[in-house]
């Protein structure tokens, strides 16, 4: 088998198989990129109807990837938390699909139109 064969393999198993998923605590919401906008900030639509300016964390820069579209967890700031906040987890497509199925994210069809 190519190597790149087993590495697409070992992706899907990857992505279906769901070890966690993490969820919000506290003041942390979730979140879709909408907009890159280069070095590590990121326009994000939160679910408590705000929209913020990301960045990820010096600790997460070269081990998260975030691309638009993805599903991720927002913590705001405590000075200008409704207009800024910080990444701490992307969710996979299978994280997605068992939150979506579990009743966290009920309000996504609705927030994913405006």
Not at 11 to 28: C, D, F, S, V
Not at 37 to 44: A, F, P, Q, S
Not at 95 to 112: A, I, P, S
Request: net charge positive; hydrophobic share 30%.
């Amino acid at each position: 088998m190519s190597l790149k064969k087993a590495q697409e393999e070992q992706r899907e198993a990857y992505e279906t198989e769901i070890k966690h998923a993490k969820l919000p605590r506290g003041n942390q919401v979730f979140g879709v990129v909408d907009q890159r906008l280069g070095g590590t900030r990121m326009r994000v639509r939160c679910l408590d109807g705000k929209q913020r300016l990301c960045r990820i964390p010096g600790r997460f820069k070269k081990r998260l990837w975030v691309r638009e579209g993805d599903t991720v967890l927002v913590e705001p700031w405590e000075l200008g938390g409704d207009t800024k906040g910080d990444i701490l987890y992307k969710y996979t497509r299978a994280q997605y699909q068992w939150l979506k199925n579990r009743g966290y994210l009920k309000d996504v069809h609705e927030f994913e139109e405006f």
